[in-house]
């Protein structure tokens, strides 16, 4: 396998922190709190503003107007969950190479928060297309294309999140 001796070489690497992780429950348990709460803060925020989208396509253009503002303000601070999440769940990964490099169920998580990431951008620029184009009524014929493809961004973002988190149950379930 060709993968084998980079995790190796990433697995000597990292032996100090290994060390560090195993030895302290006061290190292992701050990484792992800072994993789920960002987990728990970036997509507890993001659903929620999902969640707020849903409900503003019914409403008014006023509804839509405040949507778009909330949105633009809660971008910020899922990037900045989903910085916490990637710096300690890194940490996680590199506290045992040996177990998550080749496990399928670490590179399925990987994969779904790589697909968090582009559908979070595609949410974000569409968001930005709709404040841009002051689209507020989605039965206008380009407003109602942003505003479908909000609704899917928002719902493809509820379904990663919800994935991501099984994903990770399930990988440290079988660790």
Known sequence: MILAPILQAVATAAKPW????????????????????????AGGL??????????????????RSRLLADLSNSHRWVLTGLAVIFTSGLLL???????????????TKMSLVALLLINGSVLQRTE????AGSVLTPSTAPGKKLWTRLRFAAAT???????????????VESS
């Open 93 to 107: 990964a590199l506290s045992d190479v040996k177990t998550f490099g080749p496990s399928p169920i670490y590179w």
């Open 128 to 131: 930005q297309k709709l404040r």
């Open 46 to 63: 993001a659903v929620a503003s999902d969640r707020a989208t849903f409900k503003a396509l019914r409403g008014s253009d006023e509804d």
């Open 157 to 171: 973002s509820m379904t990663l999140w919800t994935a991501i988190v099984l994903a990770g149950v399930v990988l």
């Open 18 to 41: 290994a060390a560090l992780y195993s030895d302290s429950r006061a290190v292992s348990s701050a990484v792992t709190f800072f994993h789920l709460g960002g987990l728990l803060f």
